[in-house]
C-alpha cells in the first residue's frame, strides 16, 4: 500500500537525497586525519550553505569536518534543545565514486534489475522490507556502486525537516539542534562532536532501517588487536629454527569457537569476528570486532580470546604474543533506561506520523547515538529508510524518506507540548 503523507507540508527530501547521494564521502579506515577524508567536508560545505540559506544564521562547519546549527525555539516555554543527528560518510566496503541514483516509480513487487551491472538483482523473496513499498517510488543506484541511502537518507530527512520549520513558524518548538558528522563508518564519527558547543539535552540519530521503527539499544563493542612474533629462517635451512607467526595466526583463528562467529549469530548473541590479517614469518598481526549486548559478555569474549591465544602459542616457545583490547563503544539502553522519556516522545511521534504500531527493536550494530549517549546526550536511533547498505543492492523509498522528515518535525512538537510538566523530560 502507498504510503500517504499525514502532514501537507512541501517536502524536498527527495531531491535533497538525489542531490546528496552524487558527492563521494567514502571514509578511509587507515587514515589518520580528521575526517579520515577531505573529500566528505566537500558535501559538509553545501549543507552548511544551504542551512544558511534556509536561514539557520550559526551554521557552521568546524575544522574536523562536523556541521553545527540551530533553528531557534519559537515556544514561548522552556523548553530541552533536542538535537539531530546523521553522517556524511558512506561505507568503504563498497565504492561511493560517481553514484548514479534511479528512481523507480510506483513499485509493484517485479525484480529491480540495475542497469550497469546486470547481475545486481533486488528481488522481493531477498528484500522482505519490499513489501511494504507497493506503489511507492524505490531510489536505487546503479549496479556498480553503492547508494548511500546510509546515512544520506538521514541527512535529507533532517535537512528537509529543518526547512519545513523554518518555512512554517506555526510549528511550535524549542531549539532545534542539528549535527552532521563524518567517519560514521569508521568508527570515530563523534571523536571531535563538542556537545558543550552543541548545547542539546537529548539526541535523536537519524540512521535507522524500517519505516516506523526506532532502535534503543545497540552491541557493546571491543577491538581487539593480537601480534604475533616468531622467528625467521630461510626455509631451505629452517628445521628446529623457524616459527612462523603467520601459522600462528591462523591456529588462533581456527581455534575460535564456530558458535561466536557472526555468519552463525542472531538477535542478542554476541560474537568474536577477525576482520583481518597481515603479515609474515616474523611479525603477524590479527585485528578483532568483539560485540554483545551484555558488557559482561563482552568481557568474556575478550578473556576467551587472550586464553586462546596463551594456549596456542605456549605449544611454541621461542614465539611471542600480545593482545590488546580497545573500548570502542557500550550499549546505550544503560543511558536510555535512566531517561526513558526520549523513547516514549519517539513513539508518540510515530505514531503521529502514522505508524499504527511502532516498531522498538535493538540493532546488531552501533551508531553515533551509542557515543553520544554516553558524553551525556541519551540519543536513539530512528530510522532513515535506508535498506541493504553497505552494497550496491542498497534502497530507499522517497516516501519513507518523507516519513523520516515527518516523524522529526512531530517530535519537536511533542517535546514542546510536554513541557508544561518538567517532570515529564527530566
Not at 3 to 27: G, I, P
Not at 44 to 73: C, F, K, N, W
Not at 112 to 124: A, G
Amino acid at each position: 500500500m502507498k504510503t500517504k503523507s499525514t502532514a501537507k507540508w512541501e517536502h524536498t527530501v527527495k531531491d535533497r537525497f538525489l542531490r546528496y547521494v552524487t558527492f563521494d564521502t567514502q571514509s578511509d579506515p587507515s587514515s589518520l586525519t580528521s575526517p579520515s577524508t577531505e573529500k566528505q567536508k566537500i558535501l559538509s560545505r553545501v549543507l552548511v550553505e544551504e542551512l544558511l540559506q534556509m536561514g539557520i544564521r550559526d551554521a557552521h562547519l568546524d575544522q574536523y569536518g562536523v556541521v553545527y546549527g540551530t533553528i531557534p525555539s519559537n515556544s514561548k516555554k522552556k523548553v530541552p534543545a533536542i538535537a539531530f543527528c546523521s553522517h556524511v560518510d558512506t561505507s568503504p566496503d563498497c565504492s561511493g565514486a560517481n553514484v548514479r541514483p534511479i528512481v523507480h516509480k510506483n513499485y509493484q513487487g517485479k525484480d529491480i534489475k540495475l542497469p550497469d551491472d546486470p547481475s545486481v538483482i533486488i528481488r522481493m523473496k531477498e528484500h522482505p522490507d519490499l513489501k511494504s513499498q507497493f506503489g511507492n517510488d524505490i531510489i536505487t543506484a546503479s549496479g556498480t556502486t553503492l547508494l548511500g541511502a546510509d546515512n544520506k537518507g538521514g541527512v535529507a530527512a533532517i535537512m528537509d525537516a529543518a526547512n519545513i520549520l523554518m518555512k512554517n513558524p506555526n510549528i511550535i518548538h524549542g531549539d532545534v539542534k542539528i549535527i552532521f558528522t563524518p567517519d560514521e563508518e569508521v568508527g570515530r564519527g563523534v571523536d571531535n562532536v563538542d556537545v558543550k558547543k552543541l548545547a542539546a539535552s537529548f539526541a535523536y540519530t537519524i540512521d535507522g532501517e524500517t519505516a516506523g521503527s526506532i532502535e534503543d539499544e545497540t552491541f557493546s563493542a571491543d577491538g581487539a588487536e593480537v601480534t604475533i612474533h616468531g622467528v625467521p629462517s630461510h626455509p631451505g635451512f629452517a628445521k628446529g629454527k623457524m616459527v612462523s607467526a603467520l601459522k600462528i595466526a591462523s591456529l588462533i583463528v581456527s581455534k575460535l569457537p564456530h558458535q561466536l562467529s557472526p555468519e552463525l549469530t542472531s538477535g542478542k548473541q554476541g560474537f568474536i569476528h577477525p576482520t583481518s590479517m597481515e603479515g609474515g614469518v616474523e611479525k603477524c598481526t590479527i585485528k578483532f570486532i568483539l560485540r554483545d549486548f551484555d558488557d559482561r559478555k563482552l568481557k568474556a569474549h575478550g578473556v576467551l580470546l587472550k586464553k586462546i591465544v596463551k594456549a596456542v602459542t605456549a605449544k611454541y616457545k621461542k614465539a611471542k604474543a600480545e593482545v590488546k583490547i580497545t573500548e570502542q563503544y557500550r550499549n546505550m539502553k544503560k543511558i536510555l533506561k535512566k531517561n526513558p522519556q526520549v523513547v516514549k516522545f519517539a513513539l508518540e511521534a510515530l505514531k503521529r506520523s502514522g505508524f499504527k504500531k511502532p516498531i522498538l527493536r535493538s540493532i546488531r550494530g552501533g551508531t553515533d547515538g551509542s557515543r553520544l549517549s554516553f558524553m551525556g546526550l541519551p540519543c536513539p536511533n530512528l530510522f532513515a529508510g535506508e535498506h541493504a547498505f553497505h552494497s550496491p543492492y542498497e534502497w530507499v523509498s522517497v516516501q519513507d524518506l518523507e516519513k523520516a522528515a515527518e516523524t522529526i518535525i512531530h517530535l519537536v512538537q511533542i517535546w514542546e507540548e510536554k513541557s508544561n510538566s518538567p517532570s515529564t523530560y527530566k
